[in-house]
C-alpha cells in the first residue's frame, strides 16, 4: 500500500487513534516545546511507532509548502471505499442514513473542511465523483483536522448512477441550490438522506440536479449570493442534525 505523509497535529493524532499499525515513522521537531507535540510522541510510543526528530527545514521539505505545526506522520491510508461498500454502510445505517455528495468539488481546502463537518456530524459516507474532483491529497487531510480519517469517503466512477441507486435504496436526495424558493428549513430532513452539493461557483451539475428528489436553498438576507460550498455543507448537515434530535 502506498505511503503518504500526514501533516499538523489533529491529523496526524487521528491516523494514531484509527490505528497505530498504519503509522509508519513519526517526524517532530527538533527544539519544539508544544505540549500536544509530546503528547502525540507518548502516544506514538505505546503504539509501537517509530519517533525522529528533525530539523524544521527537513520538515518544511517533507510537508512540500503543506503548513506541518512541527509534525508528520508517514501513513499507509485505507483505499477509498467502492459502491459496494456503500452497500454495506447504508445496511448498517438502515433508516438513519445520512449522506454528503460532493459533485465535482475542486478546491482542497474546501473538501477537507466539508470531510471535517462530516466526521463532526458523524456522516454514513461522503460520495465524490472519480474525475473532475480534488482527491484525498495531503493538503485536504490537512484542512480535514483528522476528518479524513473518521468518516468513510466513497469514490465512483458515475454519480447520476449512484444517485439513482441510492434512490432506489430508499434514500431521499435533497441537493442545496439556489434557483428554487424552497426553503431548507421548511423540509422535513429526517429519514434516509443525502444533501446534494456542487462545485465551487457552478453548482451542481444539471443531471445531479434533475436527479435530486427536493432542490433547496440556504435563505441569505444579505448581499451575498451564495456561500462557500464547505460553509453550505455545515449550515446543511447540522440542520439535518437538529431535526433528528442531534443524531446522524
Known amino acids: 500500500m502506498k505511503q503518504i505523509w500526514i501533516p499538523g ?3 496526524v493524532l487521528a491516523v494514531l487513534e484509527r490505528g497505530g499499525n498504519a503509522v509508519d515513522e513519526l517526524w517532530l521537531q527538533e527544539g519544539s516545546r508544544n505540549p500536544r ?10 503504539l509501537g ?19 506541518h505545526q512541527g509534525v508528520m ?6 483505499p477509498p471505499c467502492s459502491e459496494a461498500d456503500l452497500e454495506t454502510l447504508l445496511d448498517e445505517a438502515g433508516t438513519d442514513a445520512l449522506l454528503l455528495v460532493l459533485d465535482g468539488v475542486t478546491d482542497p481546502h474546501n473538501f477537507g473542511a466539508c470531510l471535517r463537518s462530516a466526521a ?26 483528522g476528518g479524513a480519517e473518521q468518516v468513510p469517503v466513497v469514490t465512483v466512477t458515475n454519480l447520476a448512477r449512484t444517485l439513482r441507486k441510492l434512490k432506489d435504496q ?13 426553503n431548507i428549513y421548511s423540509l422535513d430532513l429526517r429519514g434516509s438522506l443525502a444533501l446534494v452539493l456542487g462545485a465551487e461557483g457552478e453548482g451542481m451539475r ?10 433547496v436553498r440556504i435563505p441569505m438576507p444579505g ?15 447540522f440542520e439535518a442534525l437538529r431535526q433528528r434530535g442531534g443524531k446522524a
Request: aromatic share 2%.
Open 9 to 11: 497535529i489533529h491529523s
Open 37 to 46: 507535540l509530546e503528547q502525540i510522541q507518548v502516544r506514538a510510543r505505546e
Open 49 to 67: 511507532v517509530s519517533v525522529h526528530r528533525h530539523c524544521r527545514e527537513e520538515l518544511d521539505a517533507r510537508a512540500e509548502g503543506v503548513r
Open 73 to 78: 506522520a508517514l501513513y499507509r491510508p485505507l
Open 120 to 145: 463532526a456530524a458523524n456522516l454514513t459516507a461522503v460520495i465524490v465523483p472519480k474525475d473532475r474532483a480534488v482527491g484525498l491529497t495531503p493538503i485536504v487531510r490537512r484542512a480535514a483536522a
Open 170 to 182: 430508499g434514500v431521499w436526495l435533497v441537493g442545496l441550490s439556489g434557483d428554487t424558493e424552497k
Open 206 to 215: 444539471r443531471l445531479t440536479a434533475e436527479t435530486c428528489d427536493y432542490l
Open 223 to 237: 448581499q451575498m449570493e451564495s456561500l462557500n460550498v464547505s460553509v453550505a455543507t455545515g449550515v446543511a448537515l
